[in-house]
């Protein structure tokens, strides 16, 4: 007889749950549906075979606790990423490593599998194959990822830096008279919109119009309002392309177009989209998940007048502790394959959790000051790891910068416990972040970003803070 746990046994064709042992009893995950009554959920039967929610407040509270636990099945684990979706989880670094770099056994084309599930899955957006660089292999991959790369390779970060600081100054101009705002909602989901917007090639007007779509997709409340956002982008992405048609300039809609791999009018869309879509959410949660840290911890907080921790530290450490984009990597075996003691299926969906890789190393060491970020897994790793983390790194590390710059004394406006993220498996996302500061008026001239004439928005002089230093709060 054979057993499933070993190599030359046929896998189980159904719930992957089957293909792992169960793990030892230890602390459970809040919620986790294999173990005794939930805080948030009352479970129907406790089945200790159950794959473990990645979905839902108790995994968006404290994630790093379903890690722990999920690491007791070995290097991957069996997980439910929305209902009636399931798929293998890998935790284990080194085992997360051999997938990302066996495009060999690991396919990323979704199509097979993409049958096998709810069509309607909330899901499905992150997992739907398109003809673009996330969901090819080999030479297509190859031939749509030059593009992107020498593409942006075109950009030069000392003109990136300046259309930050625009973004930045943009933005905070809206705000800064307030003396309060919500840094997801007012400033991190919107610098990545505005900086794609003018990195593809449009004028600043049109930027509002990509926000509301966006803005609509991720917060649509019903079908009609995510219908319309959708129609809403797809209109935005048709006018930029048509537009670049009729006249190039120096900007990556005009660079994909031209380049020597010649992608059609689908391949363009699809990979400008991608850029677009791939860039957004984990930008943004880079810059809110960064500047959560540094406003609610007193090295950063120090920093800010002359301190110990800088941006890049912070930055550095949300890489390792809170990855932006935390499970993702999405791969198909093409066949069935027994990976790191586990026997899954052909087709069967199996994502890398980048956070439980990282927390398997003593973060500490990634802290210390002048050491590098090189080997935490939150950009990926292998032929699909993010092509451009040195423009999201000089964008996010500006942003936060010019922030801080302008508002000195920032500081949060609730206790960081209160802080709640946003539900999901695949991304380490804020739903706000509510921060106060000396406002900085429109009146004061010569002392904000937009009436002052020395420095033009798109100067890349850092400004000088203009507002008074405050005692730090009771959070810090
Ligand atoms: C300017 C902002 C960004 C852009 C334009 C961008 C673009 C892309 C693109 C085009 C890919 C697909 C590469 C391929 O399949 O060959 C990708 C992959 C990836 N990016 Fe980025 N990215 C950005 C920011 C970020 C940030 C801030 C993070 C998080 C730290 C991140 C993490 C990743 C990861 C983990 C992958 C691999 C995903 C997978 O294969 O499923 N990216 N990115």
């Given at each position: 007889m054979t057993s499933p746990y070993q190599p030359g046994a046929a896998p189980s064709p159904s719930c992957p749950a089957q293909a792992v042992p169960p793990p030892q009893e230890?602390?459970?995950?809040?919620?986790?549906?294999?173990?005794?009554?939930?805080q948030h959920q009352a479970p129907a039967q406790p089945d200790a075979h159950a794959p473990v929610k990645l979905y839902g407040p108790d995994f968006a509270a404290d994630p790093h606790r379903f890690y722990r636990h999920l690491r007791q099945y070995g290097a991957l684990a069996p997980v439910e990423i929305a209902p009636d979706v399931t798929a293998m989880l890998v935790t284990d670094y080194r085992a997360a490593l051999d997938l990302l770099n066996d495009d060999a056994t690991w396919s990323k084309d979704s199509r097979e599998w993409m049958?096998?599930?709810?069509?309607?899955?909330?899901?499905m957006p992150m997992l739907m194959w398109r003809p673009?660089?996330?969901y090819s292999d080999g030479p297509a991959h190859v031939r749509y990822r030059d593009v992107i790369v020498d593409s942006f390779k075109l950009v030069e970060p000392h003109e990136l830096r300046a259309r930050v600081q625009h973004a930045a100054d943009t933005l905070i101009q809206r705000f800064g008279a307030r003396g309060e705002a919500d840094l997801i909602a007012d400033y991190a989901r919107l610098i990545p919109l505005l900086m794609f917007n003018s990195l593809f090639g449009?004028?600043?007007?049109?930027s509002e119009r990509l926000i509301a779509a966006i803005g609509g997709m991720l917060e649509g409340n019903s079908p009609e309002e995510a219908a319309a956002a959708n129609e809403a982008f797809t209109t935005y992405i048709m006018e930029l392309v048509g537009s670049k048609k009729g006249q190039r300039g120096p900007d990556l809609t005009s660079w994909f177009m031209d380049h020597p791999n010649a992608l059609n009018d689908e391949e363009l869309i699809h990979n400008i989209i991608l850029v677009m879509g791939a860039g957004n959410e984990p930008l943004a949660n880079l810059i809110g998940n960064a500047l959560s840290r540094m406003l609610s911890d007193d090295r950063y907080y120090n920093t800010l007048s002359g301190?110990?921790?800088?941006v890049h530290d912070a930055i550095n450490e949300v890489l390792w502790n809170d990855p932006p984009l935390t499970n993702y990597s999405a791969h198909f075996p093409v066949r069935d394959v027994f990976f790191h003691g586990t026997w899954v299926r052909a087709g069967q969906l199996v994502m890398v959790s980048y956070a439980a890789a990282n927390s398997q190393f003593d973060t500490t060491e990634a802290l210390a000051p002048g050491s590098g970020s090189g080997s935490h897994l939150s950009w990926a790793a292998g032929p699909h790891a993010c092509p451009v983390k040195r423009h999201a790194l000089l964008i996010a590390t500006t942003a936060i910068e010019r922030l801080t710059a302008w508002l000195s004394d920032i500081e949060l406006?609730?206790?960081?416990?209160e802080l709640e993220w946003r539900n999901g498996a695949f991304h380490r996302a804020l739903a706000a972040l509510p921060a106060r500061f000396t406002p900085i008026s429109p009146d004061q001239a010569g002392a904000t970003p937009w009436h002052n004439s020395d420095r033009s928005p798109m100067s890349s002089t850092r400004p000088e803070p203009t507002s008074t230093a405050r005692q730090p709060a009771s959070a810090h």
């Open positions: 230890q602390a459970p995950p809040p919620g986790c549906p294999a173990h005794g009554a939930p049958t096998t599930v709810p069509q309607d899955t909330p899901v673009n660089v996330f449009l004028p600043d007007s049109y301190g110990a921790l800088t406006a609730v206790d960081h416990s």
